[in-house]
């Protein structure tokens, strides 16, 4: 029997934490934070991994490795060492202090030594744990240290992030021996220090030999075997800029040579029983957790609570019989308000269409009281059952509140049942009070915000989904009084009562209307794009001479090297960058940048759109997206599953997937579109008398500005003038700085910034208020809407100019944006309503920012639109005109063009 090696897992933690810090999470906008504002987005990534590695690898060993603050031996022989890496950002340093405690918690022994970096030790450790016949697993992506790779005793462990959007898939994880290494570079473990020293390492600021790269690099080790043996027979190097770059910088490519070898002569010691792997403190564990805000792990770690959890007194119930149901009804008729929830496990999609009906409900109408509605057990009385929820839920006298209105909406709308007097969501609620969270989980904000914990236990004889239902709707009504009261203390009950409370059913009628989708239209663009797909690779082929895959980041870096094409950035692993601006940038002098990006924009036009929407059509020929309330920090809506308002609409080819958006037979799509809105906010809240008096006399603005601030005087210089101006004047309401204005409009840095001034010494009220609202933000915290709705802005204080001047214009820029997601929203609700008083059959099916879109009969067409549009353009009074443009037509392409 072979007897089992024990494994020793050394961590390069700092590589762990940036990658965890700057990890997408399911789309937010916004990284993680408590509800105190700390940003917590790298310690709960870093802490899943961590849980991972140690549950499913179960290593003998392990250690989390930091690089310690000192400079190494590395700065002192190349003082532009890491010299590129930028100040770690605050809100990344501020949790540091959270991840050296998750060590502790897990008994995860931390090793850092001054004046050594972290590849060092791990290398060291490495080596030394080999020698004691035990396996080293070093857990980095980093391939820096592949070279220390020798089977079978140090191989290391890659993780990779299946959230992210990749060319070539890659499995999530990725054991790295001799044979993955040379697969993946082409050499072995031992020739890797030879491979970085001629390409270079931007992450490191590793120079390299100027004008080789990976490439390069790759073909002068397979032919002379080693980067000193290339110096030695430069003259035999065939390709001219290798050759050169051998014989002219030979001292700088023997010094990368020392940059990049891991030192594995570290003076430490290797102890392996400081480093067997322990069980965790649970209670450091759980206040670590709790004081985060990760609800799930401070469940889980409940039981190590100082607590006492018993005192949560409980009286749950579950009803299986009509007698009991009766029952119940007659105490809810014996009070005015009461919480309810449903239980929706059977449906495996948030998506309101495809809701089932409740496998149940609970019912709250005092703290600690809940009763599960057991629907499913009812049997012969299932009807009757429903017949009494309905009458209770449906009854406009008894106020009703609950947690995500719109899930229970469509869930009890399945089953037949209504809801009346509906006066709270806390998800609402929560969500006004600190948009920026991004989670809105009850039970943490229980807990965070209001001290009620909630033990981790279920009741016997209770399914897990019973047991949850019922204890939410306890919560529900034990936490209304103290959200209604925040809500009315932060000056949110206009927002929340008149604005977000009654779009909720509108938003639910919306998804459950759809977009009809024409799929053979998609089917047929898709074969057109195909073709132009085709025919964009050929023309790119033959201006690179050669075939290769243009969806490769690398393979284009290669391309563009050999057509000696300059970009001045890198990527990561020390390639050309080939992101979309730098294309962009590029194509201006190079036409097959042009048709690179070209054929990039056809590839997904083609996969996220032709090829995917069909895919979505629901059986009654609709695509049914969700809307969302609780994402976005401004109060914009955000459509998912798919995405609708992502639909394209920039370019020609982009537009004609509109095309297969559709009305019925005898319908017509109507689109209301806000001419201007953001513009017109910003006028009115600046009081800037130049804009508005363009406003007030109908003038174009953007003919205006081009005018005023860029001195167009004929007719040619004014159509010329006037998409310059557009640009500025819409970017400025975005507070841009000069070099994203610089992007946007192709144009110096240096002319964006005088652009600018010219701008604002037009308009002097836009600068004031440019000034003003950042210094408003640093003293409240916050900025606030036309109609109060708040975002806090923790970082507008921070240390770093960068992550501060972010604050400074998502500050400028909060008060124009939300003030318009609420006038769209209350045009969305007055609308609505005056369609439904007027009997017309008319509905609304997608809000896409400033654009309502409708589908109508042909015959009620005409007063729709006459009522649609007056509606919006009255749903608000400011100080200039709010005007909408309004068409009508048959698919939606025709409408917008």
């Known amino acids: 029997m072979t007897e089992k090696i024990e494994r020793l897992f050394l961590i390069d933690s700092m590589s762990h934490i940036f990658r965890a810090f700057y990890a997408p999470m399911a789309g937010r906008q916004e990284p993680l934070r408590n509800s105190k504002g700390q940003v917590t987005q790298a310690v709960f990534v870093f802490t899943n991994m961590l849980r991972k590695l140690i549950t499913t690898e179960k290593p003998e060993y392990i250690a989390a490795v930091f690089d310690s603050s000192e400079k190494t031996f590395r700065h002192e022989s190349f003082e532009n060492y890491k010299a590129n890496r930028d100040e770690m950002p605050e809100d990344l340093a501020s949790q540091l202090p959270y991840?050296?405690?998750?060590?502790?918690?897990?008994?995860?022994?931390?090793?850092?030594?001054?004046?050594?970096?972290?590849?060092?030790?791990?290398?060291?450790?490495?080596?030394?744990?080999?020698?004691?016949?035990?396996?080293?697993?070093?857990?980095?992506?980093?391939?820096?240290?592949?070279?220390?790779v020798k089977d079978p005793w140090i191989v290391c462990l890659r993780q990779n992030p299946q959230n992210i959007r990749r060319r070539t898939p890659v499995p999530p994880i990725e054991w790295c021996d001799e044979a993955w290494v040379e697969k993946r570079f082409g050499v072995p473990p031992s020739k890797i220090v030879d491979l970085l020293g001629l390409m270079g390492d931007a992450i490191d600021n590793i120079p390299g030999?100027?004008?080789?790269?990976?490439?390069?690099?790759?073909?002068?080790?397979?032919?002379?075997?080693?980067a000193e043996e290339a110096i030695k027979r430069a003259d035999?190097?065939?390709?001219?800029?290798?050759?050169?770059?051998?014989?002219?910088?030979?001292?700088?490519?023997?010094?990368?040579?020392?940059?990049?070898?891991?030192?594995?002569?570290?003076?430490?010691?290797?102890?392996?029983?400081?480093?067997?792997?322990?069980?965790?403190?649970?209670?450091?564990?759980?206040?670590?957790?709790?004081?985060?805000?990760?609800?799930?792990?401070?469940?889980?770690f409940s039981d190590a609570a100082e607590i006492v959890i018993t005192t949560y007194e409980r009286d749950y119930k579950t009803i299986n019989t009509l007698d009991e149901l009766e029952k119940l009804v007659r105490t809810l008729w014996e009070h005015d308000s009461w919480s309810f929830m449903v239980d929706d496990s059977n449906s495996e999609s948030k998506n309101s269409y495809k809701k089932k009906p409740p496998v149940g409900i609970a019912i709250s109408w005092k703290a600690g009281v809940s009763r599960y509605i057991s629907i499913d057990k009812f049997d012969s009385d299932k009807q009757a059952a429903i017949q009494l929820l309905n009458d209770i839920l449906s009854n406009g006298i008894l106020s009703k509140t609950t947690y995500d209105y719109k899930r229970n909406l469509a869930v009890l709308n399945r089953a037949g049942i209504s809801i009346e007097n509906l006066t709270d969501d806390l998800m609402i609620g929560a969500y006004l009070l600190d948009p920026g969270r991004g989670r809105y989980d009850l039970r943490m904000i229980a807990s965070s915000e209001f001290g009620i914990e909630t033990p981790n236990v279920i009741l016997s004889n209770w399914s897990a989904n019973q047991y949850e239902t019922t204890e939410t709707a306890d919560l529900i009504f034990q936490l209304t009084p103290s959200i209604r009261k925040r809500i009315k203390e932060n000056g949110l009950e206009k927002v929340y009562r008149d604005i977000e409370m009654p779009l909720i059913p509108i938003l639910y009628e919306i998804e459950m209307n759809g977009m009809k989708v024409d799929a053979s239209i998609l089917r047929h663009f898709s074969d057109f794009i195909s073709t132009e797909i085709k025919k964009?690779?050929?023309?790119?082929?033959?201006?690179?001479?050669?075939?290769?895959n243009i969806n490769s980041p690398?393979?284009?870096?290669?391309?563009?090297?050999?057509?000696?094409?300059a970009t001045s950035k890198k990527t990561a692993t020390g390639q050309i960058a080939t992101s979309k601006d730098i294309l962009n940038e590029l194509a201006n002098e190079y036409e097959i940048a042009k048709l690179i990006v070209e054929y990039r924009e056809l590839e997904k036009l083609k996969a996220t759109y032709a090829d995917a929407l069909p895919d979505l059509i629901e059986d009654d020929g609709r695509i049914h997206g969700n809307l969302n309330q609780t994402v976005t920090a401004t109060g914009r809506l955000s459509s998912s599953d798919p995405n609708l308002q992502n639909i394209p609409i920039r370019t020609e080819l982009g537009r004609q997937i509109r095309k297969a958006f559709v009305p019925e037979r005898g319908n017509k799509l109507i689109s209301a579109d806000y001419s201007q809105l953001e513009l017109r906010i910003l006028a009115h809240m600046t009081?800037?008398?130049?804009?508005?008096?363009?406003?007030?006399?109908?003038?174009?603005?953007?003919?205006?500005?081009?005018?005023?601030?860029?001195?167009?005087?004929?007719?040619?210089?004014?159509?010329?003038?006037?998409?310059?101006?557009?640009?500025?004047?819409?970017?400025?309401?975005?507070?841009?700085?000069?070099?994203?204005?610089?992007?946007?409009?192709?144009?110096?840095?240096?002319?964006?910034?005088?652009?600018?001034?010219?701008?604002?010494?037009?308009?002097?009220?836009?600068?004031?208020?440019?000034?003003?609202i950042p210094e408003i933000a640093r003293q409240n915290g916050y900025v606030v809407s036309l109609f109060g709705r708040r975002r806090y802005l923790p970082a507008i204080n921070d240390k770093n100019a960068t992550v501060r001047a972010r604050a400074e214009r998502e500050a400028i820029n909060m008060p124009i944006q939300g003030t318009a997601s609420d006038i769209v929203k209350i045009a969305m609700i007055k609308t609505d309503a005056a369609l439904k008083k007027a009997g017309l059959s008319t509905k609304m099916i997608m809000q896409i920012h400033d654009e309502l879109l409708f589908e109508s009969a042909e015959v009620e067409v005409e007063e729709a639109m006459r009522l649609i549009k007056a509606e919006m353009e009255s749903a608000v009074e400011l100080a200039i005109p709010l005007t909408v443009e309004i068409h009508a037509g048959n698919n939606w392409m025709e409408i917008k063009d």
């Open 99 to 148: 991840i050296f405690k998750l060590c502790e918690a897990f008994n995860v022994p931390i090793i850092r030594m001054p004046g050594y970096e972290a590849d060092d030790i791990i290398g060291t450790l490495a080596v030394k744990a080999a020698a004691k016949g035990i396996k080293a697993v070093i857990v980095s992506n980093d391939k820096d240290f592949c070279q220390l």
């Open 209 to 226: 030999a100027p004008g080789i790269g990976e490439k390069g690099a790759l073909s002068l080790i397979l032919e002379f075997g080693s």
């Open 236 to 300: 035999e190097v065939k390709h001219k800029t290798y050759r050169e770059s051998l014989k002219n910088h030979q001292d700088l490519i023997r010094q990368s040579l020392a940059l990049a070898k891991i030192d594995t002569q570290v003076p430490i010691d290797l102890d392996l029983e400081k480093l067997r792997l322990k069980e965790p403190n649970r209670k450091l564990a759980y206040e670590l957790f709790r004081e985060l805000e990760f609800t799930a792990l401070t469940n889980e």
């Open 536 to 548: 964009t690779a050929e023309k790119i082929y033959e201006i690179a001479g050669r075939t290769f």
């Open 554 to 565: 690398k393979q284009v870096a290669e391309v563009l090297q050999d057509l000696n094409i």
């Open 687 to 772: 009081q800037d008398e130049v804009m508005l008096e363009a406003f007030r006399n109908g003038e174009d603005i953007h003919a205006k500005t081009a005018r005023l601030v860029f001195g167009a005087k004929t007719d040619e210089e004014l159509k010329e003038k006037r998409r310059l101006a557009k640009i500025v004047n819409f970017s400025i309401a975005y507070a841009v700085e000069p070099y994203g204005l610089s992007q946007r409009v192709g144009i110096s840095k240096t002319e964006a910034k005088k652009l600018i001034e010219d701008y604002y010494k037009t308009y002097k009220g836009v600068r004031k208020y440019m000034e003003e």
